[in-house]
Nanobody
Framework: QLPLVESGGGLVQVGESLNLTCDVS????????IGWFRQAPGKEREGGSC???????????TSADSVKGRFTIFADTATNTVSLQILSLKPEDTGMYYC??????????????????WGQGTEVVVSD
């Protein structure tokens, strides 16, 4: 089994919402931060949102300025998943979405170089 598995991508219409899910069963959310990144066709990978445990049910989250207000990241320890909710999808949201794990706690960043384990990605296509 792969350590990180993304799902939930697909073809959606402009303005719709989408939930992407990352199965993080191979990691403990107590000791790893999880980030969501995306790569548009022909462009470099960019950070979206990340989440890091602060103990119990408390988490630190942050998102790139370009997606704040539309991206929400949350963890579900019961299912060992970290999900990314994307609201009001735009054509420029089209791309491959990846989740990744970093051995950090309390804080996380959306700098990809801090993440050492990556999923294979799930594709999102936004059609207008």
């Amino acid at each position: 089994q792969l350590p990180l598995v993304e799902s939930g991508g697909g073809l959606v219409q402009v303005g719709e919402s989408l939930n992407l899910t990352c199965d993080v069963s191979g990691f403990s959310l107590d000791t790893y931060s999880i980030g969501w990144f995306r790569q548009a066709p022909g462009k470099e990978r960019e950070g979206g949102s990340c989440i890091s445990s602060r103990g119990g049910s408390k988490y630190y989250t942050t998102s790139a300025d370009s997606v704040k207000g539309r991206f929400t990241i949350f963890a579900d320890t019961a299912t060992n998943t970290v999900s990314l909710q994307i609201l009001s999808l735009k054509p420029e949201d089209t791309g491959m979405y990846y989740c990744a794990a970093a051995p950090t706690r309390y804080y996380c960043s959306i700098n990809s170089y801090e993440y050492d384990t990556w999923g294979q990605g799930t594709e999102v296509v936004v059609s207008d």
